[in-house]
């Protein structure tokens, strides 16, 4: 991954402590960006989007998505907000506000959240857009104001805009792509092949059902779930073994392969539209309200959430 140049895509994180700095950093971004004639999407936590809205001139030329659901699934911001967004205005320059990191944000969702802040680098590297990514200093911890340092080559804060010295996001990429804890809860295991598909798709079924997801995400669990175990069939060695258990929040699945996803950008931008293959873990993003993945020559898991209902 190489710095940016300023001909081409350039990504900031700014750094606020109020809501006043916050405003400062983020209302005159936009209102450039419309004098200019560039398209303009902000893509931040609900409040802080009603904040930046009601500031800006000429507000109803904006795009505006709520990340608290848009980018629930760190994994889907990418390919589904903010790539989606460019596409839509393929030629012109876009100016992208998009917040992915809040103090909401759980201890299990985080570090998907900086690998798709280190990953955008490359996603991005040479189109024509600008994307500016607050970090609220009061509420963060150390350790995501550190990574947002080692994942934009520019930071900009209430002392001005400057180079960040520690930008280097293929290590927060390799940081975080460790092995996934293992479960709390009882696990239900299924080992399949390619001519146990149907019963993948059943036994996702039968938990997703028990713990009662809506009939509409159980048919989004099935269909990402056989994305992936069609995946293991073809590319991690003929097959895998699939398990699932509920936590209090969320219905999990787990499909573990002997397949390496080498490429750290797999499932994190939508292919060309000429593109063979690549469009499964976009899906499977697109379907899920959180991906987690530990990937390496001795194999790769999966991890897929989906929220409960009751």
Not at 25 to 33: K, L, N, S
Not at 217 to 222: E, F, I, T, Y
Not at 272 to 296: E, F, K
């Amino acid at each position: 991954m190489t710095v940016p140049g300023a001909g081409g895509f350039v990504h900031e994180g700014l750094f606020y402590r109020t809501a006043d700095d916050l405003l400062a950093g983020t209302v005159p971004f936009v209102e450039d960006g419309l004098a200019a004639g560039e398209p303009v999407l902000v893509a931040m936590p609900g409040v802080n989007l009603g904040l930046v809205r009601a500031a800006v001139r000429g507000a109803e030329r904006v795009h505006w998505a709520d990340m608290t659901e848009a980018g629930r699934n760190p994994g889907r911001i990418i390919p589904w907000v903010l790539q989606a967004f460019a596409d839509r205005h393929a030629g012109r320059r876009v100016r992208i506000i998009g917040e992915p990191i809040w103090a909401g944000r759980t201890e299990a969702e985080y570090p998907a959240c900086a690998q798709h802040e280190a990953m955008i680098n490359a996603a991005f590297a040479g189109r024509p857009a600008t994307i500016l990514c607050p970090y609220d200093t009061a509420a963060l911890d150390e350790v995501a104001l550190a990574d947002a340092c080692v994942t934009h080559p520019v930071l900009v804060d209430r002392a001005g805009r400057r180079p960040s010295p520690d930008y280097a996001p293929a290590e927060v990429v390799a940081r975080y792509n460790v092995p996934l804890p293992a479960p709390a809860e009882p696990v239900a295991a299924l080992a399949y092949q390619v001519d146990t598909l149907s019963a993948v798709r059943r036994f996702v079924a039968g938990h997703a059902t028990a713990a009662g997801l809506a009939a509409d995400r159980v048919a989004d669990l099935q269909i990402a779930v056989t994305e992936l175990a069609t995946n293991s069939v073809a590319h991690g060695g003929g097959g895998g073994v699939l398990h699932v258990w509920p936590t209090a929040e969320h219905l999990v699945c787990e499909l573990r392969d002997q397949g390496w996803l080498a490429d750290p950008l797999a499932g994190r931008v939508t292919p060309a539209a000429d593109g063979v293959g690549g469009r499964g873990l976009v899906i499977v993003h697109a379907l899920c309200d959180l991906v987690l993945v530990h990937t390496s020559p001795a194999g790769t898991a999966v991890r897929l959430h989906m929220r409960r209902t009751t």
